[in-house]
């Protein structure tokens, strides 16, 4: 399975900033996704990231508010833009290999 | 995808088997049955994915119901490590961008 690097690990953020986090894969993969896990909840795919065209955002979610970056096939970024407590989450970027999916340890993001 | 319904949460007796249901009665004939699971601060994993046979590797086994409306992911031997949210999911192998939409789950406890 691929490994994730996912970083930050955690942050806390003034409102009104933005957080751009890092996802890291040590092997090519085609498509990466990132998730919003919000306080005891499941977690909620945000978007598609494919290399070379612009991501593909679920219902509910911009690009506005959450840009992606996917300049490599082993790289990407998404960036949490004008932030508010109710941003307050967890994030995670995933990829598909193997024979499922692999999930970086997430990035624990509080904004106060 | 098909949608899941799960139990919001079970406890099992550490050293006993755990198992945990997962009905999926509009499952199409190309949609897999995957499992992951979430422990607490961490990524899901992986455990174990299933077409319409039986599957079992060294985490668990999945018994997938002859209609393929329902199945059951069994721990054998449950231990406290195995506490987690554990999230059964329905999904073709090229739907929707391949993307993994995840339901609330449900939160086992493995009690000592």
């Known amino acids: 399975s691929a490994v994730i690097s996912q970083k930050p690990s955690r942050d806390i953020c003034q409102r009104g900033t933005s957080l751009t986090i890092q996802c890291q894969v040590d092997?090519?993969?085609?498509?990466m996704f990132w998730y919003r896990q919000q306080p005891g909840q499941s977690l909620t795919l945000i978007a598609t990231a494919n290399q070379g065209s612009e991501a593909t955002y679920e219902s509910g979610f911009v690009i506005d508010k959450f840009p992606i970056s996917r300049p490599n096939l082993t790289f990407s970024t998404l960036t949490v833009s004008n932030m508010s407590p109710e941003d307050s989450s967890i994030y995670l970027c995933s990829v598909v290999g193997g024979s499922g999916y692999t999930f970086g340890s997430g990035t624990r993001l509080t904004v106060v | 995808d098909a949608k899941t319904t799960q139990p919001p949460s079970m406890d099992c007796a550490e050293g006993r088997a755990a198992n945990l249901p997962c009905n999926h009665s509009t499952i199409s004939g190309n949609e897999y049955v995957y499992w992951y699971r979430q422990i607490h601060s961490q990524g899901p994993q992986y455990i174990i994915h299933g077409l319409k046979n039986n599957e079992t590797n060294e985490m668990a086994s999945l018994i997938i119901t002859e209609d393929r409306k329902s199945s059951t992911l069994i721990l054998p031997h449950a231990t406290l490590r195995d506490t987690a949210v554990y999230y059964c999911?329905?999904?073709?192998?090229?739907?929707?961008?391949?993307?993994?939409?995840f339901g609330q789950g449900t939160e086992l406890s493995v009690k000592p």
């Open positions: 092997s090519q993969v085609t498509m």
């Open positions: 999911i329905v999904r073709g192998l090229r739907n929707q961008g391949g993307k993994l939409i």
